[in-house]
Structures are given as structure tokens and as C-alpha cells.
């Protein structure tokens, strides 16, 4: 079946380095692909996302990267900070019998050192 | 903004009991699907609505049953609860089958004891 592959699992980064977060999909109906961020005991919230159509898209310290024909996308938060501390997901969306399917990668935790 | 809401935020259940998880979508929004997600695991989709009716069916169980109701709420009811039903419960709404839109809840966290 289809599935996102998410990596790292785990990242650790100082405050003001870049983090990248790198997912794989399986599904070539997949067209839009949203990244989250949860934070302890909160649902998942949308912070950016990017459409098959367009291969980069910024929103201030975040970037996603989409390479449409190796199935690979990538979120780059860059000057992180402490609050950027929470598990990122992935995920890939793509048609299905009439609706769409959110297909979630396993997270990765990120823990920004002060 | 309004969000999308849970209730309740916690709740405690024996074995084989029942539960009933409720989810408020954002106003205007037809569409209802819930997720579940075990300790350091994703979401993982369980079933959704539009407009009242199951849209798209993924991992869930036949002890859990939900539905949709008039004003466009839904209700997740699980019986004959077992430890490994654990787990945090989200439900996201969106305004029609899009692929983009999703709200998420703060979700329900269910502990089975």
C-alpha cells in the first residue's frame, strides 16, 4: 500500500543552525503535501504545504522542497529557535475513490538547544 | 478563528467498556475525518464524512462505529474497549473533499485501564 518514509527520526540542533526534514512517498497520485507540527498534547497544525505543481515554496524561517519525479520532499527551517521544538510530520495527499487520502509520515522529533 | 473542537479532552475506560468521542468541525465545514495516533506513532486514519454520509473508511476497527449527524458533527463510539485502543483520537474538518483545508483538533486522549 502506499506509505511516507520520514527521516530523521530524531534531530537535535543548536539555536540558529538549520534543520531539514526529508520524506519519501510511494503513491505518484499524490499532489499535495502539507507539513505539521505538533506540540505535546496539541493536534497537529498545518505550517506549510506545497502543491505537485510548484517545486519550492518559502514562508519566512520555512521551506518545502518538492522533487516530483524522485518522490521526495523536504522541509528547511532555517535560524531555529527554541519554540521550533515539537514533532514534524509529513504527509502526502493524493486522490481516492472520490475523496483524498492523507497518508502521514512518522514524525521527527526536533529539539532546538538554546 | 473558531477551531475545530473535541470532547472530552480526557477520558479514562475500563476493558470492554464503551466510549463516545465527539468532534465539533469549523463552522461551514461538511467534512469530518478522524485519526488516531499511538504514543510516538502518526495518525492514523480511521474514517470520514461528507455531508453526513462515510466518505472513505481506513483502519478501524469493527468495534468502533461513527457517524455524522444533522449539523454536521460527529460522534466516534467504540465498544468493547481494549488496552491497546489507548491512544490520542484527532478529528479534522474541512469545507468539502479537498485535498488541502484540513483544521486538526486538540484531540481526545483515551486511556484503557
Known amino acids: 500500500g502506499e506509505n511516507v518514509e520520514q527521516h530523521p527520526s530524531t534531530l537535535s540542533v543548536q539555536e540558529g543552525d538549520s534543520a531539514v526534514i526529508k520524506c519519501t512517498y510511494s503513491d505518484s497520485a499524490s499532489n499535495y503535501f502539507p507539513w505539521y507540527k505538533q506540540e505535546l498534547g496539541k493536534g497537529p497544525q498545518l505550517i506549510i504545504d506545497?502543491?505537485?505543481?510548484?517545486g519550492e515554496k518559502k514562508d519566512q524561517r520555512i521551506a518545502v522542497t518538492l522533487n516530483k519525479t524522485a518522490k521526495h520532499f523536504s522541509l528547511h527551517i532555517t535560524e531555529t529557535q527554541p519554540e521550533d521544538s515539537a514533532v514534524y510530520f509529513c504527509?502526502?495527499?493524493?486522490?481516492?475513490?472520490?475523496?483524498?487520502?492523507?497518508?502521514f509520515g512518522t514524525g521527527t522529533r526536533l529539539k532546538v538547544l538554546a | 478563528a473558531a477551531g475545530v473542537i473535541q470532547s472530552p479532552r480526557h477520558l479514562i475506560k475500563e476493558k470492554r467498556e464503551t466510549a463516545t468521542l465527539k468532534c465539533y468541525p469549523i463552522p461551514r465545514h461538511d467534512t469530518v475525518y478522524w485519526y488516531q495516533q499511538g504514543p510516538g506513532q502518526d495518525p492514523q486514519f480511521l474514517i470520514s464524512f461528507y455531508e453526513k454520509m462515510q466518505s472513505d473508511k481506513g483502519s478501524i476497527p469493527d468495534r468502533f462505529s461513527a457517524q455524522q449527524f444533522s449539523d454536521y458533527h460527529s460522534e466516534l463510539n467504540m465498544s468493547s474497549l481494549e488496552l491497546g485502543d489507548s491512544a490520542l483520537y484527532f478529528c479534522?474538518?474541512?469545507?468539502?473533499?479537498?485535498?488541502?483545508?484540513?483544521?486538526f483538533g486538540s484531540g481526545t486522549r483515551l486511556t484503557v485501564v
Open positions: 479534522a474538518s474541512s469545507h468539502g473533499q479537498v485535498s488541502s483545508g484540513y483544521t
Open positions: 504527509a502526502a495527499v493524493g486522490p481516492t475513490s472520490g475523496t483524498y487520502k492523507y497518508i
Open positions: 506545497i502543491r505537485s505543481n510548484v
